[in-house]
């Protein structure tokens, strides 16, 4: 019976299997090398491989270009590149000067060709003012309250009465239509006294706006006005 049923058992069980009763085994895995690369699913063979990549790049364009293959640009190398412009020979350049290809030089010229314009005889610049005469002075005398004007009331003045004031210590002229007492500016005029006393006693608005138009007579003499330029009254 025993043997029986030994013999059913065996027999009963499918073809796959065994018929001798299965071990399970145990198999021992050694640790990585290092705890960097614990837990990457990275390829065994990789880790290992301590060779530098390829540069350039296995699939680059430098590579590829040696081939020639139509549709991927050539990359150019230094044979096919523009040559760098040529170096200036420093020694060569001067302040100002341009160069013989014409580039200018941003620096100021140490000396210039042409002379300065000599000074004129006949005047026509600024002058050196006396001292307490500056522009200031001036602006602190006709705003004083001192009398500058040396009439009383304003007047009519025709030209003949104008002719007669014409002396450095008694200059009036008209500038459009008001007559100034300038004998007090005269020592404060940039323009030096001379050129002022053109146009005492007569009307002097012509040469005043050929000289300078941008100042103003109105303001900087308007203590000294003494009346207004009238025609010549017609003889009876
Ligand atoms: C009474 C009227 C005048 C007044 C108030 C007056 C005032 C002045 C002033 C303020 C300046 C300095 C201008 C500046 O720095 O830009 C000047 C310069 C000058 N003025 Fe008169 N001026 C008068 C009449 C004249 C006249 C009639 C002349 C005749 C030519 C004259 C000739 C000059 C000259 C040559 C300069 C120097 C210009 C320069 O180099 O900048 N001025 N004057």
Known sequence: MTSYLRSWLYSGTSSAESPTPTVPTFQTFSPPASDEEEGEETETEQQDDDSPPAFPSLNSAQRVKSSKLPGIPSILNDSVLMPP???PSLSMRRPGVPDARGNSSLLVPTTTTKPPPKPTKKGGGKVALSPGHSPL???ALKSSGADLRGVDSLMRIPPS?????NKRDDAWS???GKVYNMTAYLPFHPGGERELMRVAGRDGTQLFASTHAWVNVD???DSCLVGFLVPEPSSP
């Open 137 to 139: 002075d001036w602006a």
């Open 174 to 176: 008209a500038f459009n």
């Open 85 to 87: 412009p040529p170096v």
């Open 161 to 165: 009465v104008l002719k007669k004031h």
């Open 219 to 221: 303001f900087m003499l």
